[in-house]
């Protein structure tokens, strides 16, 4: 192979890679082919990931490769030296920490760097974190002149520019699904504004679940002003502790509310006493199965779509693309799904750094 795009990365993330490469191969032809790396540990799976490749790539070619993902004589294989580019993702697949996917991406980074050195190659390299506090902590150890895709603050931004300024969604590149360039009503989201402008109050704003992005939701929030939103969470205690424990906040005030999401009456009850202006529902995971996930959060999202009125904006952040594009096409519901959003980020950053990096600019809170 020769300039071509390589992804490197485990089992659960590459159907999210393959996507984002297929978006890049229209954008740019240049790139023929993909080679797709995958750790040893993963060839169990070579048939479910040979048959996901496939149904994104029927127009060019991918190529699947198992070895050392993050040594010398994987990068050997899948012909980094002589890659267009790469994007380089976490290794392990099941339920791992952010923290450790993020420290393998960064230790693969490292052997990168070394090999393309001793090499003489310079290819355009793309890293994807979980969590944008972990790439503060670590990038300085990387090439200046590569670049992180940072999975939460992705889903944070675009559910800020929701929450606040949805018009502006309608700036975004045609790469990203059409739904989410619609965004929500914003008619109905400046309703929401005025009423607690003329209340002399915060937003109200509910979110039904809690899961991996929201740290970096009230992170994006708070950079947009604290004392904007007025925030209750109605999840299990669970999954509140491990998503949004102390510490987790970004100075917004959040009133934790123990809810059952899989008991109406109950739900009912709590999201009709948050008293909200707009709702967002999003998964609250246990475990990996994102299927499983957002199944629980699509259950959730029906029974809320009876409690709250068709003028309150109800927002739904769910992993896959299919369960967010199954949704009712209903004025006040927006559906984003995570895995689409961050794939046209990565096809984005792959074949437009520039214009990547300005889109950035403009939608950063600050």
Do not use: K
């Not at 939460?152 to 675009?158: C, F, Y």
């Amino acid at each position: 192979a020769r300039d071509h795009l390589l992804i490197v990365g485990g089992a659960d993330l590459i159907p999210v890679a393959a996507r984002a490469a297929a978006e890049a191969i229209q954008l740019r032809p240049a790139f023929e082919r993909a080679v797709v790396l995958a750790p040893e540990s993963d060839r169990e799976h070579r048939g479910r990931l040979r048959a996901e490749l496939e149904d994104v790539g029927a127009e060019f070619e991918f190529e699947l490769v198992f070895g050392d993902a993050a040594g010398e004589s994987g990068f050997e294989l899948g012909a980094a030296d002589r890659a267009a580019a790469i994007l380089l993702m976490p290794l392990s697949s099941g339920p791992v920490a952010a923290e450790m996917a993020d420290v393998e991406t960064v230790q693969t980074g490292l052997a990168l760097r070394d090999f393309l050195a001793e090499r003489g190659a310079a290819p355009l390299v793309r890293l994807l974190f979980r969590r944008g506090r972990n790439v503060d902590a670590a990038w300085e150890l990387l090439p200046d002149d590569w670049d992180a895709l940072v999975g939460d603050r992705t889903i944070a931004a675009l559910l800020r520019l929701a929450i606040t300024l949805p018009q502006r969604l309608c700036d975004l590149p045609e790469i990203v699904d059409a739904r989410v360039r619609a965004g929500p009503d914003a008619d109905l989201v400046r309703a929401a504004w005025a009423r607690a402008e003329r209340a002399r109050r915060s937003l109200r704003l509910a979110i039904v679940g809690c899961g991996f992005n929201a740290p970096a939701l009230l992170e994006d929030l708070a950079s947009a002003g604290a004392d904007r939103f007025d925030l209750t969470v109605l999840s299990g205690r669970r999954v509140f502790e491990r998503y949004l424990g102390e510490g987790s906040h970004s100075g917004i005030a959040v009133r934790f509310v123990e809810t059952r999401q899989d008991e109406p009456e109950r739900l009912t009850e709590d999201l009709r006493g948050a008293q909200p202006d707009m709702v967002l529902v999003t998964p609250s995971p246990t475990d990996w199965d994102l299927r499983r996930s957002d199944a629980e959060a699509v259950m959730t999202l029906l029974h809320v779509r009876h409690i709250v009125d068709a003028q309150t904006p109800l927002l739904a952040e769910l992993f896959l693309p299919d369960h967010a594009g199954r949704l009712p096409a209903d004025r006040n519901l927006f559906a984003l799904s995570s895995l689409n959003a961050i794939a046209a980020a990565t096809a984005l950053s792959l074949v437009d750094p520039a214009g990547a990096a300005e889109l950035e600019r403009r939608f950063s809170p600050a």
